[in-house]
């Protein structure tokens, strides 16, 4: 699934809103750039006559439920173009019900879709390297593979994308800060860089 509109959009110089609805890694917790701030400079590399505004709607902690519940302030409100829903591991590692963490993000997606116009991206996180929490994680970002499939909504597979560099030779904890989970900045361009694909 393309994001028609929006790359239309970005061609013709059309201002384009982006809200960004997350957890920390949206916020681009703890590092000088998030990937918001490579995605902003990649787009207007990549269509120089566009103007871009992006709306960092991401919370540290965050679960979907939470997002659900911020999203006509946070995000409909702003009357968006493209909406990114990025929520995953809190949700998974804080005893989340998967299939509660799927139904919640398909009642985000249609108050989305019945109160804008806004094309929809999915983004997944970023893998998890001890193998048991990995099991857990893949299950919630399988979850919103499904919606995306169900729903006919663009998805970025962040967690794909870096483990194929990883087995290019990129080394994990190049990507990481110490708590092995949070991208450093390197870590949040490469999500950048796989979020790119969609545009």
Not at 87 to 104: K, M
Not at 144 to 157: D, N
Request: proline share 4%; charged share 25%; with cysteine.
């Amino acid at each position: 699934m393309k994001l028609t509109k929006t790359i239309s959009m970005l061609e013709t110089g059309e201002p384009v809103r982006i809200v960004a609805l997350g957890d920390s890694l949206t916020t681009g917790w703890m590092a000088r750039k998030g990937f918001l701030d490579f995605l902003s400079e990649m787009l207007k590399r990549k269509y120089p006559s566009c103007k871009v505004t992006i709306i960092n709607r991401g919370i540290p902690g965050d679960t979907a439920e939470g997002g659900l519940l911020r999203l006509r302030y946070d995000v409909l409100d702003h009357d968006p173009d493209l909406v990114f829903i990025q929520f995953g591991l809190n949700d998974a590692f804080s005893g989340v019900n998967p299939g509660r963490f799927e139904s919640t993000v398909r009642e985000m997606v249609g108050q989305i879709r019945s109160d804008t116009d806004a094309e929809i991206l999915i983004i997944t996180s970023v893998p998890v390297v001890y193998e048991r929490m990995d099991e857990i994680a893949d299950d919630f970002y399988g979850r919103l593979e499904a919606v995306a499939a169900s729903e006919g909504l663009a998805i970025v597979r962040v967690h794909r994308y870096w483990m194929e560099k990883i087995e290019q030779g990129l080394e994990f904890r190049s990507l990481v800060q110490g708590d092995q989970v949070h991208p450093n900045v390197e870590g949040y361009r490469l999500m950048a860089e796989a979020i790119m694909g969609s545009f």
